[in-house]
């Protein structure tokens, strides 16, 4: 049974910083792209940030320079460093891994950016 679980998430005050994890637990085979999805409150979720299977990266335009995706094999855990954080930047986030065959995602974790 494959699970993908958050953490890190919370409150925290404009301009400061967070780092997601989300560990994977189960047999992945395969896994074409690693990557950070959120969905604010009335919108549609959006990707983040992603790791393509060659290690190239990919960030939203409005994270790049602020945000950065990372992993760690070892420990099969990925990560969502978040730096400067605006209030726009409040969502809950979700972990995602796709191979050819499935699309996997964790149950979400909430980030809010408030004074």
């Known amino acids: 049974q494959v699970q993908l679980v958050e953490s890190g998430g919370g409150l925290v005050q404009p301009g400061g910083s967070l780092r997601l994890s989300c560990a994977t637990s189960?047999?992945?085979?395969?896994?074409?792209?690693m990557g950070w999805y959120r969905q604010a409150p009335g919108k549609q979720r959006e990707l983040v940030a992603n790791?393509?299977?060659?290690?190239?990266?990919n960030y939203a335009d409005s994270v790049k320079g602020r945000f950065t995706i990372s992993r760690d094999n070892a420990k099969n855990t990925m990560y969502l460093q978040m730096n400067s954080l605006k209030p726009e930047d409040t969502a809950v986030y979700y972990c995602?891994?796709?191979?050819?065959?499935?699309?996997?995602w964790g149950q979400g974790t909430q980030v809010t950016v408030s004074a």
């Open positions: 189960g047999s992945i085979f395969s896994i074409r792209v």
């Open positions: 995602n891994i796709k191979t050819p065959m499935s699309d996997w």
């Open positions: 790791i393509i299977s060659n290690g190239r990266t």
